[in-house]
């Protein structure tokens, strides 16, 4: 295993219908804007070159998104968040390209 594999932080999700998913974490982040931390996440057990559905969401209240602990997540609920958080991932996409 690589060490970046090792490295790769995991969350459990768990649907309406009580089934679980394993999922890496991708990054997480603060807006002071909103006044929220957001994680990014995807599911886990994909390949490198498979194309994944990478999902947002707005992290419980006072969690810290440089180690969040747990709880509810919540759901992106306005049109002016999603840009935000757009906007950030294609600045965190693009720096993974010129590494």
Known sequence: MSEEQEELQQITMVDNDGNEELYNVLFTFKSDDFGKSYILIYPAGK?????????????????????????????????????MIESVLNTFMHEGDND
Do not use: H, R, S
């Open 47 to 83: 390949g490198e070159d498979e194309e994944v559905n990478i999902e947002a969401y707005a992290l419980p209240k006072g969690d810290d998104p440089a180690d969040p602990q747990g709880g509810d997540l919540k759901t992106i609920d306005t049109d002016e968040e999603w840009d």
